[in-house]
């Protein structure tokens, strides 16, 4: 599997990009993202009957999520990725955890069918906590909580292990941003 390439970029249309890597060997990728000369772009290599096609992403985490959405049953990877390039992942993860069908829409190619089985089957999997869900969704401390629970996911933590400390880090303080929750609870749990 083709998980990861970086390499000079050859040629770029709206929705892909050609890239030579290190070997000299050119991979058309599909990725709508703004590019330079250079590039490192994570991989999802799908095979089909006819071909085998590679999907880019600009961070890890995007492209673990478009393999998420990929179990959805009646969705494909053209659109898993419209949806992981169009709203972006925490827009998406906080879409569903909100059951937010409407935002999940506005990808092309997914209809309400295919949003519903999104929130149907991915729900659950997000694992946010019950007490902060019930907040609104205009709550910065409800989004602050599900962009740390992302990045600590990331990073490998639980959600047994991490969601007490932020929980009690944004009952405690206030942060103007979600990064600044996410450096004080990493100071909290390297001291």
């Given at each position: 599997?083709?998980?990861?390439?970086?390499?000079?970029?050859?040629?770029?249309s709206?929705?892909?990009?050609?890239?030579?890597?290190?070997?000299g060997i050119?991979?058309?990728?599909y990725?709508?993202k703004?590019?330079?000369?250079k590039?490192?772009?994570?991989?999802?290599?799908?095979?089909k009957?006819?071909?085998?096609?590679?999907y880019?992403?600009?961070?890890?985490?995007?492209?673990?999520?478009?393999?998420?959405?990929?179990?959805?049953?009646g969705?494909?990877?053209?659109?898993?990725y419209?949806?992981v390039?169009t709203?972006?992942?925490?827009?998406?993860?906080?879409?569903?955890a909100?059951?937010?069908?409407?935002t999940?829409k506005?990808?092309?190619?997914?209809?309400?069918?295919?949003?519903?089985?999104?929130?149907?089957?991915?729900?659950?999997?997000?694992?946010?906590?019950?007490a902060?869900?019930e907040q609104s969704?205009?709550?910065s401390?409800?989004?602050?909580?599900i962009q740390?629970?992302s990045?600590f996911?990331e990073?490998g933590?639980?959600?047994?292990?991490?969601?007490?400390i932020?929980?009690?880090k944004?009952?405690?303080?206030?942060?103007?941003q979600?990064?600044?929750?996410?450096?004080s609870?990493?100071?909290?749990i390297?001291?």
């Amino acid at each position: 599997m083709i998980g990861y390439l970086e390499g000079e970029v050859l040629y770029r249309s709206e929705n892909s990009v050609l890239l030579k890597a290190s070997n000299g060997i050119g991979y058309e990728i599909y990725y709508t993202k703004t590019l330079g000369e250079k590039a490192q772009i994570f991989t999802a290599q799908i095979f089909k009957e006819k071909s085998v096609e590679l999907y880019g992403f600009e961070v890890l985490g995007e492209k673990l999520f478009f393999q998420e959405l990929l179990k959805v049953n009646g969705v494909g990877p053209k659109s898993a990725y419209s949806l992981v390039s169009t709203i972006g992942v925490d827009a998406l993860k906080q879409a569903i955890a909100f059951d937010d069908i409407k935002t999940i829409k506005k990808a092309p190619g997914i209809g309400p069918k295919a949003a519903k089985q999104i929130v149907l089957d991915l729900k659950d999997k997000m694992n946010f906590d019950s007490a902060v869900m019930e907040q609104s969704t205009g709550s910065s401390e409800s989004s602050f909580y599900i962009q740390a629970m992302s990045a600590f996911k990331e990073l490998g933590f639980s959600d047994r292990e991490i969601s007490p400390i932020i929980k009690e880090k944004l009952k405690n303080n206030q942060f103007e941003q979600a990064e600044d929750l996410i450096k004080s609870v990493l100071i909290q749990i390297n001291n």
